[in-house]
């Protein structure tokens, strides 16, 4: 089965029609062989150049947050106005690059356990 056609399946299951901007926007999410982490508007720029033609931040902005209910996407909030999202929903941490504003996937065995006393000031 081509894969056009998951696609259209995938965005049909989220209740979106499958557009070619919509189509087009699971490409570049999804046929990749990496994670990808993205926000919005990364993604609009992304998309536009992809696809020589100007795309909507709301068509954008609403294909991913529908992705994300249904659990194709997970939102990591960096701060109060900041989120990245990924492709790779499986559980796992991250790392943030303030230098660089990348996010970055970190394995199981890339972070240590953190002891935390138990007794802490002001918890009962």
């Known amino acids: 089965m081509p894969k056009n056609c998951n ?5 049909r299951e989220v209740g ?5 901007q919509r189509v087009k926007m699971c ?3 999804y046929d990749r062989e990496k994670t990808f982490h993205f926000t919005v508007n990364d993604l609009v720029k992304l998309l536009s150049e992809k696809m020589n033609q100007k795309i909507s931040l709301a068509t954008v902005y609403n294909t991913v947050h529908a992705f994300e209910k249904k ?18 929903t499986s559980a796992h941490h991250h790392f943030f690059d303030e230098d660089t504003h990348e996010l970055i996937d970190c394995g199981e065995n890339d972070i240590d356990k953190i002891n935390i006393r138990k007794n802490i ?3 009962k």
């Open 121 to 123: 000031t002001g918890k």
């Open 71 to 88: 659990g194709y996407l997970k939102e990591i909030s960096i701060d109060s106005h900041k989120s990245y999202f990924d492709t790779n």
């Open 7 to 11: 696609f259209i399946e995938k965005l």
């Open 27 to 29: 490409e570049v999410l």
């Open 16 to 20: 979106l029609r499958p557009t070619k």
